[in-house]
């Protein structure tokens, strides 16, 4: 297959360009707290993991680094949004501002441990990483309330205009807001040549720095950037539950997010959002049913999708498509 | 000080009694299987239920919890796990994921979330005190009984690996399974045999640790990690490298929490890390292998 340059420039471009049935989406979307208000608290959740799993997306999906350990951005961000908010000043977007940096920055020291190394050893490092900064949380009550969580934390209106009222309106416009603001910069960032040469990194590493791309680098950037938008959602949840506990540290959520990642598609933005609405709307139908054991069917469910196929149950149509598109890692 | 080293060195006898069947496994197919710690719980409350609803004396129940978790492993590894083997590491994380989940759920449901105790024989509940002030060597019986298992476990397996027809089949099969598969070597045999075994030692040492490491549903969330680590840091070409990599963790995790309790696990942790960033293939490879 051979492209004349500006075919494949079209190609790639093609790929970026907002396509007509999304508008629409994204207005529904923003429209959704207001028409289920009674339901605004879920749709704020959905928003928040949706961001989370859309960060992962751009490291497992983009790159091809399986993490078991993003919750550990997510909650740098949640801790720092908290604290901000606690002890500094309680405006939301400086907040999540604060947070976002401060998920970065562990991000940015972080991805020098999962430069080197087999799929095990970046399993083995992020998943340390996490459950450090479990400790520490744990263990630094004086500053983060230690296991009883991080009590307190009043955010004050947003824009100094909308407050923050319990039936969470306000919070799930904002989450989907800062959702979209998210999804716009990391589509332009997966189509741009970056992006591009992520994909080649994720597909084939060793011929990726035979044609010159720089590829640590390359996954040091993508995995701050990655960090950033996990501590975005962190410190959303923060900042709407006005609460932040050790429960964001846990492996169940790193766990999570993976699995709502592969259930709306790996290697597409959308796949989370998508993800995150089936994961949410699933739980909240099983954990009513039963409370206690519904990891059972989480794990009966990871365990069938593995052994149909990742990709033959959740997209039947692109198996037509593209023959083999199968992500590699 | 000398009583922190013994104990120490139980506690990393014991993980790589636990984590020894997933390095070999991991080295075998070069499957990242996280679920390793189900098989474990299962030897646990094998032998728990064994004792209290039936009565069973704990040398029996030892040998029954390997033969439990290995059937369970081998039966597994036929009809799960082998479709699995080619698959992308992505796909194996969430499988075992997915299935470690099941088990701690299904743990839960049937015996209930409660911490499980073990009631061992008299002879092994004493201690034993050699020395005085701080050379001082306090040895628990039982303690020093997983040890003596544990060792002799290991003299056994390092006698199979080295000695035995099966043992060269194996290290071939690790090496590379295209030439062994192509020597007439059945490779499917290799892996089947290896992880029950592997299955039924995790779940010996999950009986053996109960009482030590404490045995509830969550416990193969749990100790997933220390499992990983024996692994990660030994490397998965040989037993001598998780061996020693067990020892180390088990020695750094109870001095750790001896000297610094504030820290935690963090210690660990932070080493595991550290070792990883200095030679991510593990501490102890053999040159050649794959």
């Known amino acids: ?329 | 000080m000398l009583t922190i080293l013994f104990d120490g060195i139980a506690y990393g006898m014991l993980l790589f009694i636990l984590a020894v069947g997933l390095a070999v496994t991991m080295g075998l197919m070069n499957f990242i299987n996280l679920a390793h710690g189900a098989f474990a719980m299962v030897g646990g409350y094998i032998t728990v239920l064994l004792m209290q609803k039936m009565g069973v004396p704990f040398l029996v129940c030892l040998p029954l919890a390997f033969l439990g978790s290995a059937l369970l492993g081998g039966v597994l590894e036929r009809t799960l796990y082998r479709p699995l083997y080619h698959k992308p590491h992505l796909d194996q994380v969430l499988f075992s994921i997915g299935l470690t989940f099941m088990a701690v759920a299904t743990a839960d449901y049937f015996i209930g979330s409660s911490q499980q105790i073990i009631q061992l024989p008299e002879w092994l509940k004493g201690r034993t005190e050699l020395g005085q002030g701080d050379w001082m060597l306090g040895m628990g019986h039982y303690r020093l009984f997983i040890i003596a298992v544990c060792a002799a476990l290991t003299v056994a397996l390092q006698y199979v690996l080295t000695k035995t027809r099966f043992g060269s089949r194996l290290r071939a099969s690790v090496d590379d399974q295209r030439v062994a598969a192509g020597m007439g070597i059945n490779v499917n045999v290799v892996f089947l045999g290896t992880f029950a075994v592997g299955s039924g030692l995790a779940g010996l040492g999950g009986a053996l640790g109960a009482e030590v490491l404490g045995l509830d549903p969550s416990f193969p969330l749990k100790f997933m990690i220390y499992f990983l680590i024996v692994v990660a840091v030994g490397g998965t070409s040989s037993i001598t490298g998780p061996l020693l990599a067990a020892l180390l963790l088990g020695i750094a995790d109870v001095a750790g929490k001896y000297y610094i309790p504030k820290l935690g696990g963090f210690i660990v942790y932070s080493l595991m890390i550290m070792i990883l960033i200095w030679r991510p293939q593990g501490l102890f490879v053999r040159k050649g292998g794959k």
């Open chain 1, 1 to 329: 297959m051979t492209n004349s340059p500006t075919n494949s420039q079209n190609l790639l471009l093609q790929s970026g360009r907002w396509k007509l049935w999304e508008y629409p989406l994204w207005l529904l979307a923003l429209a959704s707290p207001f028409v289920l208000s009674s339901h605004a608290l879920i749709i704020n959740e959905i928003a928040i993991v949706a961001l989370f799993a859309l960060s992962l997306d751009l490291i497992l999906g983009y790159t091809g680094i399986v993490s078991l350990g993003h919750a550990a951005f997510f909650g740098m961000g949640a801790y720092s949004a908290a604290l901000f908010a606690k002890l500094v000043m309680p405006d939301p977007l400086l907040g999540l501002a604060v947070g976002m940096a401060a998920a970065g920055l562990l991000g940015a020291l972080c991805s020098a441990t999962i430069l080197r190394g087999t799929d095990l050893t970046r399993l083995m490092v992020t998943l340390g990483v996490g459950l450090i900064l479990m400790e520490l949380a744990n263990k630094l009550d004086w500053l983060t309330g230690g296991a009883d969580g991080l009590q307190g934390v009043i955010m004050g209106p947003l824009l100094g205009q909308f407050e923050f009222d319990l039936s969470g309106r306000t919070a799930a416009w904002y989450s989907i807001t800062v959702l979209l603001l998210v999804f716009v910069v990391a589509r332009r960032f997966v189509n741009s040549p970056f992006g591009a040469t992520l994909k080649a990194i994720r597909d084939n590493r060793l011929r990726a720095m035979a044609i010159g791309i720089p590829v640590t680098s390359r996954l040091a950037v993508v995995y701050t950037v990655a960090a950033a938008l996990a501590g975005a959602a962190g410190a959303l949840l923060a900042q709407t539950t006005g609460f932040a506990s050790l429960d964001v540290f846990e492996f169940h959520r790193s766990a999570d997010v993976m699995l709502i990642l592969v259930v709306g598609g790996v290697g597409w933005l959308y796949g989370g959002v998508v993800g995150a609405i089936v994961f949410k709307l699933m739980q909240d139908a099983i954990s009513s049913i039963t409370p206690q054991y519904w990891t059972f069917w989480i794990g009966l469910f990871l365990v069938v999708l593995v052994l149909v196929g990742r990709e033959r149950l959740i997209r039947p149509w692109t198996w037509m498509r593209r023959g083999s598109m199968g992500s590699k890692s």
